[in-house]
Each structure stands twice: as structure tokens, then as C-alpha cells.
């Protein structure tokens, strides 16, 4: 079988702690990616995702407008939404384990760190179909 090294996204964008969730909204739709691991002075410390900053946002039914909305989440932080225990996974994991680990645990992708804790890649749902696909090849 095949490691998660292989097919990962390697030297995926990455957000500091202090920038804003607002900072993030920005990157996650200028880089059009849907998870963005968080860094304090280079080192891995979390993971902000789409989603998360989306069931923190105010619904729609909020007294709030549109100016609030953006003013609250300007001076909110990544650190005060960011998941700071992600599932990680090795580079040398095997693809099927970590596909075996998003599905139990109901996600959208893995950080993946090396032995000393370093960021190195994101195996993203994306990623493993890309492996499904080239694995499901017919033979030429």
C-alpha cells in the first residue's frame, strides 16, 4: 500500500494565531481551500476550518447588520475558534488508516506532522480520491 506522504498537499497555507477570523475568511476563499492550520511563531498549534468559522458567525436572524457582523469578526481571533487538538497523522501512515480515521471520525481531512511535531501536509478528502482515482486506473 501506498503512505499518506504520497499524496498529501505538502506545504499547505497556514494562518497565525493572533490574525483575525475575518483574515481568515479571506484566505480560505482567495486560496480556495476549506481548512487552514494554525501557527504561533512558526510551530503547529491548531486548525480553523470553514465550517467552524461558519457555525460561529451569526445566522441571518440576527439583530445584528452587516457592518456588525464584520467588525465582531475583525477583533475575534483565530485562536479563539481554532480547534487546538486536530487529528494528526504521520507522513509515513499508511492511506488506509488515515482513510479509515476520517471516517470514524466524520472529517474533512488530517494535519499531518512529522516526528518533531511540524506541519508537513494536509491529506485532505480531495487527496484520497485523487488516490481512489489513480488506483482505479485501468491498465494501459
Known amino acids: 500500500m501506498t503512505t499518506v506522504e504520497k499524496w498529501m498537499t505538502k506545504n499547505p497555507y497556514t494562518i497565525d494565531q493572533d490574525a483575525s477570523i475575518i483574515e481568515a475568511i479571506h484566505l480560505l476563499k482567495e486560496k480556495g481551500v476549506?481548512?487552514?492550520?494554525?501557527t504561533a511563531g512558526g510551530r503547529f498549534v491548531g486548525l480553523i476550518t470553514d465550517r467552524m468559522i461558519k457555525d460561529y458567525s451569526p445566522g441571518k436572524a440576527t439583530s445584528l447588520d452587516t457592518w456588525e457582523v464584520h467588525y465582531l469578526l475583525s477583533k475575534?481571533?483565530?485562536k479563539d475558534l481554532m480547534n487546538t487538538a486536530p487529528m494528526t497523522v504521520a507522513p509515513e501512515t499508511d492511506l488506509s488508516t488515515a482513510a479509515q480515521a476520517i471516517l470514524d471520525h466524520k472529517l474533512y481531512g488530517l494535519c499531518?506532522?512529522?516526528?518533531?511535531g511540524d506541519l508537513v501536509g494536509?491529506?485532505?478528502?480531495g487527496d484520497m480520491l485523487k488516490?481512489?482515482?489513480e488506483f482505479t486506473?485501468?491498465?494501459?
Open 34 to 38: 476549506r481548512r487552514l492550520p494554525v
Open 76 to 78: 475575534t481571533p483565530v
Open 112 to 116: 499531518v506532522v512529522d516526528a518533531k
Open 122 to 125: 494536509i491529506m485532505s478528502v
Open 131 to 133: 488516490a481512489v482515482v
Open 137 to 140: 486506473k485501468p491498465a494501459k
